[in-house]
């Protein structure tokens, strides 16, 4: 996959104060504040700064924990992990593959049939949805 690379200046142009905040500077947004934490849409929820499709309103639970999840990603390729030190835990990062946003963390105690619970921050996505009765 072609990468997309920008400056931290022009990535703070075009987003906005709290998606740069989350996604380029590696931010969480606090629980049950953001704008998908309770969403049932049906869509795509794509890369706030790139538009890479990244998870399927069909993948989605209630976590219970205030941030949107999932317990699988659109396409495995479409997602890279990476080991997470910071704040004294051991966590693994979820970034975009193509322009390296960071989205959230991934966690082993997600529902069947993945039991995988990616735990996303709302402001690293935007939800395209699927308008009723569309193909
Ligand atoms: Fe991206």
């Known amino acids: ?18 998606q740069y ?4 500077k590696k931010g969480t947004e606090p629980p049950f504040t953001g704008a998908y934490w309770n ?15 990244l998870f399927d309103s069909e993948h989605k639970f209630d976590s219970g ?11 495995e390729k479409n997602v890279h992990t990476q080991r997470d030190e910071s704040d004294d835990k051991i966590r693994t990062e979820v970034l975009c593959t193509r322009c390296a946003a960071h989205l959230g963390h991934l ?11 990616y ?3 709302s402001a690293a996505l935007k939800l395209v949805e ?3 009765g569309a193909e």
Do not use: H
């Open 1 to 18: 996959m072609e990468k997309i690379i920008k400056s931290d200046q022009v990535w703070r142009k075009l987003l906005n104060p709290e």
């Open 21 to 24: 905040r989350v996604a380029r």
């Open 39 to 53: 969403t049932k849409a049906a869509g795509v929820y794509k890369c706030a700064c790139c538009g890479l499709p």
């Open 65 to 75: 924990t205030g941030w949107p999840s999932f317990w699988q990603a659109i396409d």
């Open 107 to 117: 966690f082993n105690d997600g529902p069947a049939p993945t039991a995988l619970r």
């Open 119 to 121: 735990c996303m921050n």
């Open 130 to 132: 699927i308008e009723a």
